[in-house]
């Protein structure tokens, strides 16, 4: 049996996401970040960053969300979450890679200074340059996309899932820097029943 440690408006929606579009059981966890579930040592022994998402599979244990994404898709292969053939492969994880690195650091960075951070770290000036950021990777991002259905090859992917939550995210927090096609794709992306679902079970649980 599959278990998702999660806490609704994080990024275990991304995991939450991916298990419903493979169609997979699971358990969901809730971990309360803002009690401090988080810190708790029987949450440390899972993820000893304390984060979520976190996903158990049997004697596996899988962190990163790009990384749980990933698993899901080739454990659930029937799916094609994540693509086999090489070109379409190094194109995913392209896209991985990038939204990790380049698309959500800005949001995480303005989050942190936002609110995440205990007050004293927090730099609100900084704020300006991550939102600049962000601009410059949204831009990448359109224009790798080009007006495509999907970010790697004619098939939705575990990638749209990453793509489309951050922008979501840029949109919730005020970030509006994305361009009206990459708006009309993460509203489209978003807008599959399994995100739904997946909303709705965190919510739930
Ligand atoms: N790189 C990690 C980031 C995970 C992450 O930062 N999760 C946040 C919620 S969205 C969290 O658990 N924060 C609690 C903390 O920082 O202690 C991933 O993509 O899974």
């Known amino acids: 049996m599959l278990t998702l440690y999660g806490c609704p408006n994080s990024r275990s929606l991304r995991a939450a996401w991916a298990l419903e579009e493979a169609g997979a059981h699971y358990d969901y966890a809730r971990i309360d970040l803002k009690k401090g579930e988080g810190r708790s040592a029987q949450y440390l022994a899972v993820n000893p960053g304390g984060k979520v998402p976190a996903l158990i599979d049997g004697s596996i244990v899988v962190t990163e969300s790009g990384a ?39 949001l995480w960075t303005i989050a942190k ?10 730099v609100p000036q900084i704020e300006a340059t991550a939102v600049r950021e962000f601009a410059r990777a949204a831009k990448v991002a359109d224009a790798r996309l080009a007006g495509s259905e999907f970010a790697a ?17 840029a949109r919730s927090a005020g970030v509006t820097h994305a361009s009206p096609a990459l708006e009309t794709y993460a509203e489209r992306i978003w807008a599959r029943p399994a995100r739904t679902a997946a909303d709705e079970r965190e919510r739930a649980t």
């Open 68 to 106: 749980i994404l990933t698993y899901i898709g080739e454990r659930f292969p029937q799916r094609g979450l994540v693509p086999v053939d090489p070109a379409r492969r190094a194109k995913y994880f392209e896209w991985c890679f990038f939204v990790i690195s380049e698309l959500e650091q800005p």
């Open 113 to 122: 200074h936002r609110f995440a951070l205990p007050p004293d770290w927090r």
């Open 153 to 169: 090859g004619e098939s939705f992917t575990a990638a749209d899932i990453l793509i489309a939550h951050s922008l979501m995210w």
